[in-house]
């Protein structure tokens, strides 16, 4: 490969390790905001946990719980990127 090609190349993988630290930093927010509602329904008595408003509290945590794992994915095949760029530079 000449050295222009790897030019562009390293300017993909940076622009794609970006997108991942944004993708992770929005990840851990969503993270930290699952886990105070999660917070939040526990410390609902029982019969409110039962009530349309806990239930819906607990439908919303385990929404968020996969778009955190969405998130985590995407991750993880964003540095499946970056490396398999690093091996096509060599």
């Known amino acids: 490969m000449n050295n222009e090609r790897r030019k562009v ?6 622009k794609i ?5 944004e993708l ?3 990840r851990d927010l969503l993270d930290a905001v ?3 509602e999660q917070e939040a329904f526990d410390n609902l008595p ?6 349309d408003r806990g239930q819906a509290m607990e439908a ?10 969405a998130a985590d994915d995407a991750c993880e095949r964003l540095q499946e ?3 398999a760029i690093a091996e096509a530079a060599q």
């Open 46 to 51: 029982e019969g409110l946990q039962q009530a």
């Open 81 to 83: 990127a970056v490396d």
């Open 60 to 69: 919303a945590v385990e929404k968020l719980q996969e778009v955190y794992d």
């Open 24 to 26: 992770e930093s929005l």
């Open 34 to 36: 699952k886990d105070e």
């Open 17 to 21: 390790e970006t997108m991942k630290e």
């Open 9 to 14: 190349l390293n300017l993909i993988s940076g």
